[in-house]
C-alpha cells in the first residue's frame, strides 16, 4: 500500500489534537497579542513547543508547497511547525551524505519570502529559524557581499520582524566563530525604538564575547556602550564581571 504524502491538514490535525485552551489563553497574553502590542491579532490554539517539535519530526518530509499553506495559516502554531520542520529539512539537506544544496537553497529562498509576506510574526518563530534558514545558509555558501547585503538590508526595514531576523542570523556566524556580521549589524541598530531589538542585539553581543572573543566584545562595549539602549547593554554584558558592568552603565549617555 502506497504511502500517502504529509499534507498541511495532516499537521494541523495533529497540532489540533495536542492543543489545550487554557495554554491558549496564557500564550495569547505571553506573546502580546493584545490592541497595539507586538504580536497583535496573532492566534494560539494553546500547543507548547516541544509538542510541535515532536510532530514536526513526524512530518518531516511535508512539500515546499504544503508548508506555504501552514505558513499562511493565522494560528501561530501552524507557523511554528512549518518553520520548524524546514529547519529539520535544512539540516538533514546539509548532511555530508546526501548533501543536496539546491533544497537548502529552495528552503532559504522560501523562507526569506515568507519573512518578507510577514508570516514570521513573532520573536519565537524568528528566533527558531533565522540562524539555520539565513545565517547557516549564508555561512556555509560562503555569500560575502551578497550575504552582508542581505543582513544590511533586512536590518534596515520598518518591519521588526525583519530587522530581528537579521540580527538573529547572525547567530549562525557566531557558532561558527565568527563575530564579523554581529558587529557589522549592531551599531546600526542601536537607536532602534523596539525593546525586542535591544534584547536581540545584547544578546548575540553576549554571545559573541562567550562563544568568539571577549576581547571583540569589549572593544565593542568602549566604542559604543554609552549610546546603547539599558536593555541592549544588560544584555551583552551579563557574562562579565560585576565591576566591568557597573563600570559600563555608569558612563554618561550620549
Same mark, same amino acid.
Given at each position: 500500500?502506497?504511502? !500517502?504524502?504529509?499534507?498541511?491538514?495532516?499537521?494541523?490535525?495533529?497540532? &489540533?489534537?495536542? %492543543?489545550?485552551?487554557?495554554?491558549? !489563553?496564557?500564550?495569547?497574553?505571553?506573546?502580546?497579542?493584545?490592541?497595539?502590542?507586538?504580536?497583535?491579532?496573532?492566534?494560539?490554539?494553546?500547543?507548547?513547543?516541544?509538542?510541535?517539535?515532536?510532530? %514536526?519530526?513526524?512530518?518531516?518530509? $511535508?512539500? +515546499?508547497?504544503?508548508?506555504?499553506? $501552514?505558513?499562511?495559516? +493565522?494560528?501561530?502554531?501552524?507557523?511554528?511547525?512549518?518553520?520548524?520542520?524546514?529547519?529539520?529539512?535544512?539540516?538533514? &539537506?546539509?548532511?555530508?551524505?546526501?548533501?543536496?544544496? &539546491?533544497? @537548502?537553497?529552495? #528552503?532559504?529562498?522560501?523562507?526569506? &519570502?515568507?519573512?518578507?509576506?510577514? @508570516?514570521?510574526?513573532?520573536?519565537? #518563530?524568528?528566533?527558531?529559524?533565522? =540562524?539555520?534558514?539565513?545565517? +547557516?545558509?549564508?555561512?556555509?555558501? *560562503?555569500?560575502?557581499?551578497?550575504?552582508?547585503?542581505?543582513?544590511?538590508?533586512?536590518?534596515?526595514?520598518?518591519?521588526?520582524?525583519?530587522?530581528?531576523?537579521?540580527?538573529?542570523?547572525?547567530?549562525?556566524?557566531?557558532? /561558527?566563530?565568527?563575530?564579523?556580521?554581529?558587529?557589522?549589524?549592531?551599531? @546600526? #541598530? $542601536? *537607536?532602534?525604538? =523596539? *525593546?525586542?531589538? /535591544?534584547?536581540?542585539?545584547?544578546?548575540?553581543?553576549? =554571545?559573541?564575547?562567550?562563544?568568539?572573543?571577549?576581547?571583540?566584545?569589549?572593544?565593542?562595549?568602549?566604542?559604543?556602550?554609552?549610546?546603547?539602549?539599558?536593555?541592549?547593554?544588560?544584555?551583552?554584558?551579563?557574562?562579565?564581571?560585576?565591576?566591568?558592568?557597573? %563600570?559600563?552603565?555608569?558612563?554618561?549617555?550620549?
Amino acid at each position: 500500500m502506497t504511502q !500517502e504524502s504529509p499534507t498541511a491538514a495532516g499537521v494541523m490535525a495533529a497540532l &489540533a489534537e495536542r %492543543a489545550d485552551a487554557s495554554d491558549a !489563553e496564557f500564550l495569547q497574553r505571553f506573546f502580546k497579542t493584545g490592541p497595539g502590542q507586538y504580536g497583535e491579532g496573532d492566534v494560539f490554539i494553546g500547543v507548547r513547543v516541544p509538542q510541535i517539535r515532536a510532530v %514536526a519530526k513526524r512530518f518531516i518530509g $511535508l512539500s +515546499e508547497a504544503q508548508a506555504s499553506v $501552514l505558513l499562511d495559516s +493565522e494560528v501561530h502554531e501552524h507557523r511554528l511547525a512549518a518553520l520548524v520542520i524546514g529547519v529539520l529539512q535544512f539540516e538533514r &539537506a546539509g548532511r555530508p551524505a546526501g548533501r543536496d544544496e &539546491a533544497l @537548502r537553497l529552495r #528552503l532559504h529562498e522560501a523562507y526569506l &519570502a515568507a519573512v518578507q509576506r510577514g @508570516r514570521v510574526n513573532n520573536w519565537d #518563530l524568528v528566533d527558531t529559524s533565522a =540562524e539555520y534558514l539565513v545565517g +547557516e545558509y549564508l555561512y556555509d555558501t *560562503d555569500a560575502g557581499d551578497a550575504g552582508s547585503e542581505l543582513l544590511r538590508r533586512l536590518a534596515a526595514s520598518p518591519s521588526l520582524w525583519e530587522r530581528r531576523v537579521a540580527v538573529l542570523a547572525t547567530f549562525g556566524f557566531i557558532k /561558527h566563530g565568527e563575530a564579523g556580521p554581529t558587529l557589522d549589524l549592531a551599531p @546600526r #541598530l $542601536l *537607536d532602534d525604538p =523596539e *525593546d525586542l531589538m /535591544h534584547k536581540a542585539v545584547g544578546w548575540m553581543l553576549r =554571545e559573541v564575547g562567550k562563544r568568539v572573543d571577549r576581547a571583540q566584545l569589549v572593544a565593542f562595549l568602549d566604542e559604543y556602550a554609552s549610546r546603547m539602549p539599558r536593555t541592549m547593554l544588560s544584555y551583552a554584558t551579563e557574562h562579565l564581571s560585576p565591576t566591568d558592568r557597573a %563600570a559600563y552603565r555608569a558612563l554618561p549617555r550620549t
